[in-house]
């Protein structure tokens, strides 16, 4: 055979082998299920597992394969609106699948105790306002099971002042200058000549002072300044009292307080998103309320949000069953709105 006819031949033959090999790939993708985009292991926290559901569910007595008994869970002070409000719709609409809150013996309630909690066995499935971390992770998978953490809301840090202050927003970099203390004095970002007195629970309180210590100053302590607090209730009514005060806490917790004065945070100083929707109402006249401002949440210009995670540990066992049911009633449509009605934002 000449040079000249053996060319298509080799052309064709390298197409089909290029066919088989790609062919081959792509059945071991589906049945292995890798995904090549994202290798690390589901449940992780650098692969967050995403919202599931199960199809077409609308409301709570659509969900299949619930468990029947009392299941214990725990973890997050964020999470108190829908412990409140949801799960309380939820056990009403579905009552053979009761719901018992636990708080931790000799702690405080927390993000990172819930998940202590679920490790150890306490409780059947924990509420978190951050992602598993990966000594979480790798604790568990030494106790011969991972975590699976499904996301079911956004929520943000709203950051607030004493209404009387004049300064309307701050950049981040301004935020971790009060909180590293580096700024303390309101003249130094255009306000009035006052000290700053920053507020804040325990870096070891829970998941929302996680994420600002670990997302706002990169991993460093609170400043020697920072006046601690045991409670967001108490932070507010130190605040209201405060002319210099400051402090920061999850949106639904601040946004609508009528004693204090959310601020508009910008990454640079030319992007000031509000935590709250339209102008801003000053000690709610009329009764009305500031209301989450729902859309910058959910599109991320706002700067410092979140999701809540449902953490399940995959046993294979009623436990598992119970909080994925759990995540799953939360993933409805009935879910989601009771959730926006709480005070926080769809993830769907």
Known sequence: MSQKNETPVLIVSLLITAGLLG???????????????KLTQPG????PNPPTGQAGAANFSQIQNVPSGLFSYGGSTSWAPIRGSVDAALQSARPEFRLRYVDPVGSAPSSGMGIKMLLDGQIAFTQSSRPISETEYQQAQQRGFPLKQIPVAIDGIAVAVNPSLSVQNLTIDQLKSIYNGQTKNWQELG????????????????GTVELFVETILGGQPLGGDVQIVSTTTQALQR????????????????????TIKPLAI???????VPPYQGNFLAQCPGGQRNQINTQAFQNGSYPITRNLFVVIKQNGQAEQQ???????????DQGQEAIAKA???RVR
Request: net charge negative.
């Open 23 to 37: 062919g081959g790939f792509w059945w071991f993708t589906q049945r292995s299920g890798v995904d090549v985009g």
């Open 44 to 47: 992780s926290p650098q692969a």
């Open 191 to 206: 306000g009035p000549n006052l000290a700053i007195v920053p507020f804040s629970r325990s870096a070891t309180s829970g």
């Open 239 to 258: 605040l209201a009292a405060t002319p210099g005060g400051i402090y920061f806490a999850s949106a639904p917790e601040v946004v609508p307080q009528c």
């Open 266 to 272: 910008g990454r640079t100083a030319d992007q000031f």
């Open 322 to 332: 119970a909080g994925e049911a759990y995540a799953n009633f939360l993933l409805t």
């Open 343 to 345: 005070g926080f934002v």
